[in-house]
Structure formats: structure tokens, C-alpha cells
């Protein structure tokens, strides 16, 4: 079956889903610790650890570009500011995590669209922080078998991967439609629910392996 543009804007819950199984395809190695986060103000939709121990903060927009991105953007730089100090307090926390303590933060951006004016902060912003540190992706949510999937497309390099389509299930369209494919290990579950202002517990930190694909 073809894929068809998602009508509507997705719920954020299911687009943090989608985004989950789309990144188990595009970014293997990074594991999802927390979701809902609380950084200095607002929630961080996901925070994941990357290969070498980095912490990844991962925020999301429904709308299209205009204040949502401008307001995504400064969202992600007010989170590597405050996460920054407070990495080497959550590595004493959950040393078996595997968080590299001196490791810098990182920042990968999500929207249906950004504003050109964006895209161009981004890409200065990238330059003086570290190619790596500051990633822009724009996104198109389709529907496939009634399922919620992401085509991703990054415009500014950072902690993002090539550009992907990963179903709501975690297979790609093209498997979700017959074709086979190796699978890779998946990302861990959701959080449990915590009533600390970080949003997490020990037991949100504990290391676990990848569920199967």
C-alpha cells in the first residue's frame, strides 16, 4: 500500500513514538533514557545517550516553520546550557549508564519545516559550538496501514543521521510493505513515570539492553 501524507497535525505522543522507531533505524547506537524530561523550563521530548557517552536532547514541533522553529532552536540552546554542568551529577547518579562525564551535550531538532532565517542561526551556531553538537531535521508524517511514520530529511549535519523512513512499528516502509531487511538493535523502553523535577528515577537510568527490532 502506498503511503499517504498524515491529515492533521500528530498528536505529540504519537510523534515522539514515531520519532523513537524512526531513530532505532537512522541512529542505532543512541539509547532513549528519558522522555518528557524537564530542562531549565519545558520538557525535553526525548533524551538519549549517543555512542560515546553523550547526552542527546531531542525536541520535537508539530507545526510548520515560523515561531515554532525559532522557539525549537532556542529550546535546544537553553538545554545544552543546562544540561551541560549537571552531566557529570547524573553519571554519579547511574554510573553504569555509561555517560562520559566530560562529553559535551548535543542537541538534534525535529519540525515539519524551519524558517530559511533558522536554518541559517543553525548553521553558524553548529560552526561555533562543534559541527556534531547542533542538528536540524525536518520531517514529513505519513500514514501507512493506518500507522504513524516519519520520513526524515536533516538540513543542518549534527547527531542525525541520513535521511530515512521508519514506520510506527520500528520497520521501515519498505518491510512494512514485504520487502525483507536486517534488523538492528532497538532503543529501550519508555521511562517509568517519576515525581522528581529531572523526570527521572534510578530505576529511569538503569542500563538495559536493546529490545530486539
Do not use: N
Amino acid at each position: 500500500m502506498a503511503e499517504l501524507e498524515w491529515q492533521g497535525t500528530p498528536p505529540q505522543g504519537s510523534l515522539r513514538r514515531a520519532l523513537r522507531q524512526a531513530l532505532r533505524r537512522t541512529c542505532p547506537g543512541w539509547r532513549v533514557v528519558a522522555e518528557g524530561f524537564l530542562g531549565a523550563e519545558t520538557p525535553i521530548d526525548l533524551l538519549a545517550i549517543g555512542g560515546s557517552g553523550e547526552l542527546i536532547c531531542i525536541r520535537t514541533a508539530t507545526g510548520g516553520a515560523g515561531d515554532d522553529s525559532a522557539r525549537l532552536l532556542a529550546s535546544a540552546l537553553s538545554d545544552l546550557a543546562w544540561l551541560a554542568p549537571r552531566v557529570a551529577d547524573l553519571h554519579k547518579l547511574s554510573p553504569e549508564l555509561g555517560l562520559r562525564p566530560l562529553a559535551q551535550p548535543r542537541a538534534a531538532l525535529f519540525a515539519p519545516d524551519f524558517d530559511r532565517e533558522v536554518i541559517v542561526a543553525a548553521e553558524h551556531l553548529a560552526g561555533l559550538l562543534g559541527h556534531d553538537r547542533l542538528g536540524l531535521t525536518r520531517y514529513r508524517a505519513l500514514r501507512q496501514q493506518g500507522q504513524l511514520a516519519l520520513l526524515l530529511d536533516p538540513l543542518v549535519p549534527g547527531p542525525t543521521a541520513a535521511p530515512s523512513v521508519a514506520s510506527y512499528d520500528g520497520r521501515p516502509l519498505a518491510e512494512a510493505s514485504g520487502a525483507s531487511r536486517t534488523t538492528r538493535p532497538g532503543l529501550v523502553d519508555p521511562p517509568s513515570p517519576s515525581a522528581f523535577r529531572t523526570g527521572l528515577t534510578d530505576a529511569d537510568l538503569r542500563a538495559e539492553p536493546g529490545l530486539p527490532a
